[in-house]
């Protein structure tokens, strides 16, 4: 069933850094057709426990059923919603453009120093670009890029914590 | 110096978990383990197909409140096991299963007999955990009985690969006991908040037309005794799921019936008019709501759940308390009490609201029409509630002849009744009435089944011969696969596709050719007879087949997605006109 998409949360989660961990997240997505937008998954300053962050989508109700069902699994630890909080929200970026003409590799310069994004591999007639910044950064980069023609691209999916100045994500 | 194979370490941790019975089947990967069962003091009950392991399990534990265990080989074993599982997933009932499972090494290589159960299971499943290292099985049995009856009642999944279970390690008895389970991810909250109990014991009490809607929350808790404390202190009606058949008696006054799709006029009616809708470990299934908006929709909501996620899942919630049932009734009918001091007066209202209720039940009972020409499956059931005085074990198999059963059985008491409620799995009942005997071998119990789903299971006559079972299983024979004929005479013009059972086994044959006792009723008046000799037999199972009228229906109906007072009545012979009660 297409359900319509509604306000993006970020929700971030500790969870055991165990086999079967992270099957059982997913699989709570499928099975009650939520929808995730993205998922990242890493270590944390604590080797038995991997941090996600998930952008999801729907109503109140949706998410708050979410937050609880994550909240029941066994192996995760912590649960928290970022959506709307004071904090950090970063998606990495790598693209490969070509830039077969002159005029595509000035394009593709100016951009990428307006962005900030790094030039990190170079060939005949492609640039590969890395950029860091939130969602709507990227997203305003790819879509000024895309005339010069996306070979390839990939992202990260957001990763987020809260500012320092308002005590910790998961307390 | 106490060193142990993984298959000793296993069989020690259960009898040391207090396992009396596990029920299971044999193969390749886990002969170690029944090398070692064979001298313990666990009786292992040898089913006829795993499917029967799992329910066997399950119904042992809803009928003792114990953790079920069951036992399988890996591969086909695991996956015979699945439809089990998830009847007890879906139902939270706590069941331990274990499997086996190829050695570590060849895992992944599409070994003989490899089946991801862990994947396989991990959505039928509370928790599961697949043993890689000998040194980790104890934990992990121990965890495993911890999560199966702790909180929310669940299933465990135990995957046990034939290396880990050949290999040695140290075991101590006094270790195992006195280790503490630490899930720092699982904290399941038992107490109520206090402040929400406050709230919600003065909605009860400052309430006009309050209802009590029970589920199987209550009898995993145990909470019954404080329901119907709580009801009678205030005069309020109570209803309950399938699932809670038997958490108040039938005959109790305050008793409205299991509502629903196939429920009460008397309990739709009061949940339709409500003011109050006190909720107590159930969760709003669809088959008990009917259209969720017009569910208790003139009604403040309390909703007390042990697991947070079911509070608000389905029906918004005014008052939700996360809590063990009976913890948190305790604590509610305290507050009552000294509430009730405050504001004695309003006792009156709320008892001619209970009248109204019992007024209800009284115009419009569970009824259908009497007949000494054929046989009324609903006849049967009234006459077996009658022989056994309403104190039998009673399991069901799905179908017209479950709702018949929830209808028409005048059930005494609460871990009584053992049904599919949730998954709805056809060859439950039978299974589940091994399993029920197994744990209460003195009891009565009798699968109300169909002659649709008895035959699901019914190898497991061989079983219940071998271990002397005397459980009754009544088949309500309408030759047809009643509920869903039912559905397509109501919804699909009688257009009977694939439902008439034109084959059939002679029952009693089958019984005999197994060693059971077979019967049969073709009228109404062998009804009697047949189930009085069934009752006498105490050594071995009996199969009565009944041969009813074949298109009989089960009313009350809600029409899926109308409204529960929506719901079609049964024709009554005296039309009375329903007066506005209150
Ligand atoms: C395993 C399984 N398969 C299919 C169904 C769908 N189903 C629900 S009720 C029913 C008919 C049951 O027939 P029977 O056992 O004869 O009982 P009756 O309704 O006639 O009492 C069926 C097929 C089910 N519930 N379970």
């Not at chain 2, 001298?39 to 009950?45: K, L, Q």
């Not at chain 2, 009673?394 to 009744?417: C, D, S």
Request: glycine fraction near 8%.
């Amino acid at each position: 069933m297409e359900k319509a998409c509604y306000k993006k949360h970020i929700i971030t989660v500790l969870v055991e850094n165990k086999p079967g961990a992270l099957a059982r997240i997913v699989e709570l997505f499928t099975a009650r057709g939520y929808n995730i937008e993205s998922l990242n998954v890493g270590e944390t300053e604590d080797k038995t426990l991997s941090r996600l962050t998930l952008v999801v989508c729907g109503d109140e109700k949706v998410i708050e059923q979410i937050v609880k069902q994550l909240r029941k699994l066994i192996d995760v630890v912590k649960v928290r919603d970022l959506t709307g909080k004071p904090c950090l929200d970063r998606e990495l970026l790598i693209v490969r453009v070509n830039v077969d003409t002159k005029d595509k590799k000035d394009e593709a310069k100016r951009l990428s120093e307006i962005f900030g994004a790094q030039i990190v591999d170079v060939s005949h007639d492609e640039y590969t670009l890395e950029l860091t910044g939130d969602e709507a950064q990227l997203d305003a980069f790819i879509e000024l890029i895309k005339p010069l023609g996306i070979v390839e691209m990939a992202r990260t999916g957001r990763v987020a914590m809260l500012r320092s100045l308002y005590g910790k994500t998961f307390d | 110096m106490p060193k142990m194979s993984g298959a000793e370490i296993f069989v020690r941790a259960l009898e040391l978990e207090g396992v009396k019975h596990i029920f299971g089947y044999p193969g390749g990967a886990v002969l170690d383990i029944y090398d070692k069962l064979k001298f313990s003091d666990i009786d292992h009950i040898l089913v006829r197909h795993e499917q029967a392991a799992a329910m066997a399990a399950d119904a042992y534990a809803r009928v003792t409140g114990k953790v079920g265990v069951c036992l399988a080989t890996s591969g086909p074993g695991a996956t015979n096991l699945v439809t089990g599982l998830a009847v007890a997933h879906m139902d939270s009932i706590p069941v331990v299963a274990f499997t086996g499972q190829v050695p570590t090494y060849m895992i992944g290589n599409d070994a003989f007999q490899e089946v991801d159960t862990t994947g396989i299971t991990r959505p039928i499943s509370k928790y599961n955990f697949l043993v890689k290292k000998i040194d980790e099985l104890a934990d992990t049995i121990k965890k495993a009985f911890y999560l199966a009856r702790s909180g929310r009642p669940g299933v465990v999944v135990v995957d046990l690969p034939k290396d880990v279970i050949r290999e040695i390690t140290e075991f101590f008895d006094k270790e195992y006991k006195n280790k503490k389970v630490e899930i720092r991810g699982y904290k399941p909250n038992l107490k109520g908040h206090i402040g929400q109990i406050k709230k919600a014991a003065k909605e009860l009490v400052l309430s006009a037309k309050p209802v009590l809607y029970v589920g199987g929350g209550v009898i995993a808790s145990e909470a019954w005794d404080e329901v119907r404390e709580l009801s009678e202190l205030l005069n309020i009606p109570v209803t309950t799921t399938l699932m809670a058949l038997g958490a108040i008696p039938y005959d109790h006054p305050n008793y409205l019936y299991m509502l629903g799709m196939h429920g009460s006029y008397a309990a739709n009616m009061a949940i339709t008019e409500c003011d109050l809708l006190f909720a107590v470990g159930a969760r709003f299934d669809d088959r008990v709501t009917g259209k969720l908006e017009e569910f208790a929709p003139y009604a403040t909501v309390v909703h007390i759940d042990v697991d947070p996620a079911e509070i608000g899942k389905n029906k918004k919630v005014d008052i939700p308390i996360v809590g063990d049932a009976k913890l948190v009734l305790r604590e509610l009918i305290k507050e009552v009490k000294k509430l009730l001091k405050k504001y004695p007066e309003t006792q009156e209202i709320r008892k001619k609201w209970l009248k109204a209720t019992q007024r209800w039940k009284e115009m419009y009972p569970f009824y259908y029409e009497p007949s000494d020409r054929v046989i009324k499956p609903q006849y049967v059931v009234e006459k077996l509630s009658e022989l056994t005085n309403g104190e039998a074990i009673i399991t069901t198999e799905v179908g017209q002849n479950q709702m018949w059963a929830a209808q028409f059985y005048r059930l005494k008491k609460p871990r009584h009744f053992l049904s599919s409620g949730g998954l709805g799995a056809m060859g439950y009942g039978f299974p589940a009435a091994i399993g029920a005997q197994v744990a209460k071998p003195e009891a009565t119990v009798i699968d109300i089944a169909g002659d649709g789903s008895i035959q699901m299971n019914i190898q497991e006559l061989a079983t219940a011969v071998q271990y002397n079972l005397p459980v009754k299983i009544a088949i309500l024979n309408n030759g047809f696969l009643g509920m869903v004929r039912q559905w397509q005479g109501m919804f699909y013009d009688k257009n009977y596709s694939n439902v008439c059972l034109s084959v059939q086994p002679d029952f009693v044959k089958l019984a005999e050719s197994y060693g059971a006792v077979g019967l049969r009723a073709e009228k109404p008046e062998e009804v009697e007879e047949v189930i009085k000799e069934a009752l006498s037999i105490k050594d071995k199972p009996v199969v009565m087949d009944f041969i009813c009228d074949r298109e009989e229906d089960v009313l009350p109906f809600v029409p899926p997605g109308m409204a529960l007072k929506d719901m079609v009545l049964p024709k009554y012979k005296k039309k009375k006109a329903i007066k506005k009660v209150v």
